[in-house]
């Protein structure tokens, strides 16, 4: 860029900004004896040169923040009207990527020690967590184990109900089967005020066919909307909570 602007050297914007990050790191106690030539006069095949550019700019946040902006997120985030194109503007060059994943972040390309903390109960971790024998290890806090099972397992906390013929969630369509997606959902919004219940989780997917924002409607229909419930939270197909309101309203995004 410096051959190509047109004014005498010291005029141009690559010496200037050249010698802005030069004086910058000057000013460090350390970095006064450090001699680099002006940015005309500067051979980049001069290993000697480079070292001392290099020693001397190693910490500039100006220079890091130039390379950053100037030549990876220019060749990596560039983006016209709200769109990434393919190749940088003007050349023919393609663009690259810049991407990662849990498995990048659990490992050792970013730092040498990571503590990672879950919340759920097992050992389903990126494989660079690992110790040195390859063997992925969650350390569980004494007691996890028998707390799970104690909160699981208490009639405080649980209760289990089996649906047969003479349930009231039994099928009553003359279908046959013992249960039907309908049914189920007839006995849960049929008796959420009653009972208690202000949340649906189909943990065994019990409820088939229908969508999320399907399955709030036949809950509203069935038995919400007449016990005064105001709205359904469910979520939609990009995982955003929404409400389905009582008035029909759908897709109201939760605040």
């Known amino acids: 860029?410096?051959?190509?602007?047109?004014?005498?050297?010291?005029?141009?914007?690559s010496w200037q900004l050249f010698q802005d990050w030069i004086e910058d790191e000057r000013t460090l106690p350390e970095k006064k004896r450090i001699e680099v030539l002006s940015l005309e006069l500067f051979a980049p095949s001069d290993?000697?040169?480079?070292?001392?550019?290099?020693?001397?700019?190693?910490?500039?946040?100006?220079?890091?923040?130039?390379?950053?902006?100037?030549?990876?997120?220019a060749s990596t985030c560039y983006l016209k009207d709200s769109w990434t194109v393919d190749r940088l503007p003007g050349t023919r060059s393609r663009m690259m990527r810049l991407s990662s994943s849990s498995m990048d972040l659990g490992g050792d390309a970013l730092f040498a020690v990571r503590v990672g903390f879950t919340g759920t109960p097992n050992e389903v971790l990126p494989r660079a967590f690992?110790?040195?024998?390859?063997?992925?290890?969650?350390?569980?806090?004494?007691?996890?184990?028998?707390?799970?099972?104690?909160?699981?397992?208490?009639?405080?906390?649980?209760?289990?109900?089996?649906?047969?013929?003479?349930?009231?969630a039994a099928a009553s369509d003359g279908s046959?089967?013992?249960?039907?997606?309908?049914?189920?959902?007839?006995?849960?919004?049929?008796?959420?005020?009653?009972?208690?219940?202000?949340?649906?989780?189909?943990?065994?997917?019990?409820?088939?066919?229908?969508?999320?924002?399907?399955?709030?409607?036949?809950?509203?229909?069935r038995g919400l909307e007449r016990d005064g419930f105001k709205g359904v939270v469910y979520l939609d197909e990009k995982d955003r909570k929404c409400v389905l309101m009582a008035d029909g309203r759908a897709g109201v995004p939760v605040a």
């Open 176 to 221: 046959g089967a013992v249960w039907t997606v309908g049914s189920i959902l007839s006995y849960v919004a049929g008796r959420a005020k009653s009972r208690g219940w202000f949340a649906l989780i189909d943990a065994g997917a019990l409820v088939t066919g229908f969508t999320n924002v399907q399955v709030a409607q036949q809950l509203m229909e």
């Open 47 to 73: 290993v000697s040169q480079l070292e001392d550019l290099a020693n001397l700019l190693e910490h500039s946040r100006s220079a890091c923040a130039h390379y950053l902006r100037q030549m990876v997120f």
């Open 1 to 13: 860029k410096f051959n190509k602007e047109p004014a005498p050297p010291s005029s141009r914007e």
């Open 130 to 168: 690992g110790d040195k024998y390859g063997k992925n290890r969650c350390a569980y806090e004494p007691g996890d184990d028998a707390q799970i099972i104690s909160t699981l397992t208490s009639s405080k906390h649980v209760s289990v109900e089996a649906i047969t013929a003479g349930h009231e």
